[in-house]
């Protein structure tokens, strides 16, 4: 995930690559150091467009680019034939089915283009021959050892050395995609570490919330099947896990509810998780629901998709209300 920088940060980072002070910044632009320094520290002043439009020259980038619009610089417009891109190539980055921030990161990764001369090498066989004559000459070795002593003693560490030989020559496919995969190894770990910071605390959260809350569920339905627990629709079935997490059950109305219900979507995520019998436990025989959910789940395997949304048929009622 790429974090957008604001305004300020994105003038302020122009400014320090081209070593200009404030003072000098304006005296240059002849935008006075108050206004700009408004600017840089993104004060909610209006400033005018004027200016933005000036300071976007001075630093030959996009004025969409300083407003957010856009976190690339390039002012031209390029010709798609520079790229070097087919048309399905653009296609897809069009379509935006993966994130292109990612896919630019990996781009500008300091060894990408090792990594692609990589498998440029591979793919063409460029080292194939300088390979195929280094193993004929490995052959040739071997061949001329084995003739020297044939029908005479073996001189200590002869079949070692032979053992060694015969393990030299290189397979060009393995060799290759051995080094290939290195080299992106290398580069998806540096990616990853960027971005860790940001999202390993995201990711524990969501996982102790889950362990949590499946918890939770699990006693929740243990009560219920002995009988301790006796619920009248899934809304109470709900309720009692939400309690037993702590998590205060929602006072919302029904479309306030579904909302809550999509952004919340690790508890659909657990009910999923539930076989059929368990889930007609805990829908309190709502067949609607529980059909609701195992299509949702066909659904997610299918598509690897997160998304929950309870079918508005469970409700069967209306909902009781926090007193």
């Not at 000036?54 to 300083?66: H, M, N, Q, R, S």
């Not at 896919?103 to 090792?114: P, R």
Request: charged content about 30%; aromatic content about 8%.
């Amino acid at each position: 995930m790429t974090v957008k920088t604001t305004m300020g940060e994105k003038l302020k980072d122009l400014r320090v690559e081209r070593g200009l002070t404030t003072k000098q910044l304006c005296e240059m632009t002849q935008i006075s150091e108050a206004v700009y320094n408004g600017l840089e520290n993104d004060s909610p002043r209006d400033t005018g467009y004027s200016r933005i439009i000036t300071l976007a020259k001075f630093f030959d980038v996009p004025t969409d680019y300083l407003l957010g619009f856009t976190e690339s610089r390039i002012t031209k417009n390029i010709e798609l034939k520079e790229l070097g891109l087919s048309d399905n190539a653009v296609e897809v980055l069009m379509k935006h089915k993966q994130d292109n921030m990612l896919v630019s990161e990996l781009i500008e990764h300091g060894e990408f283009i090792d990594l692609m001369n990589a498998i440029d090498v591979y793919v063409r066989r460029v080292a194939a021959p300088n390979l195929a004559m280094m193993n004929d000459m490995i052959g040739i070795t071997q061949s001329g050892f084995e003739t020297m002593f044939e029908g005479e003693e073996k001189p200590d560490g002869y079949d070692s050395a032979m053992r060694y030989i015969s393990e030299t020559p290189i397979n060009e496919d393995e060799y290759l995609r051995f080094r290939i995969s290195e080299r992106f190894n290398r580069i998806l770990r540096d990616v990853y570490n960027h971005h860790s910071s940001s999202v390993n605390k995201e990711f524990i959260d969501r996982m102790a919330e889950s362990k949590m809350l499946s918890s939770s569920m699990l006693k929740a339905l243990e009560r219920i099947k002995s009988g301790e627990l006796v619920v009248n629709d899934f809304e109470d079935a709900l309720k009692i896990v939400l309690d037993e997490s702590n998590v205060d059950f929602p006072d919302l109305s029904d479309a306030e509810l579904n909302e809550w219900y999509e952004k919340e979507n690790i508890i659909g995520d657990l009910f999923m998780k539930l076989p059929r019998s368990d889930l007609e436990v805990m829908a309190c025989g709502d067949k609607d629901f529980v059909d609701g959910v195992m299509e949702m789940k066909k659904a997610k395997a299918m598509a690897s998709k997160n998304s929950f949304k309870p079918p508005a048929q469970h409700r069967g009622g209306q909902r009781k209300r926090k007193r």
